[in-house]
């Protein structure tokens, strides 16, 4: 078997313009702020960095296979673990960035963590997180009212990885075009 690690990971990363309105909400809200960029987690954990050169023949192939595509993000769900609750805006249409993901898979098929959860992979860029059933439908409801939907054009994957802490702050290694 391969070895994996929770210090690297494949991810869409929403091109600069993008980023101001998502990371006004993290910064308040998302205790993993200093360590993620925003992004939407495709393959985590993965290769180690060492690996990369080695693996990206086959995340060509898979990519090469994929049209870029454009995703809105116009709405904010959540995911709730015990009391605590992660908030998320939700890609749609999300179909293809669920394909994007399984042929990626089918490159590493055992860097499977992000689909063998119970409904599979779902596509999410994660914003916070807040403990309490009220506090999060609260929040929920303050930032849909405050949201002003935003589009991006997914072109391309990223190959990120990080340090051990302390200094475990997630860095761009390499991209890899779609189409």
Known sequence: MNPKTHQTAIVIIPPDPCWEPIQVIRREHDRQFRRWMPHITLIYPFRPRNLFDAVTVQLREACRLIKPFEIDLPCFHHFQHGQNHTLWLAPQPNNPLIQLQAALESAVPDCNDTSRHPDGFTPHLS???????????????????AWQPISLPVTEISLIWRNPPPDDIFHLDRTIPLG
């Open 127 to 145: 914003v916070g997180q807040v403990r309490g059933r009220r506090n999060m439908d609260k929040l929920k409801q303050q930032l849909q009212n």
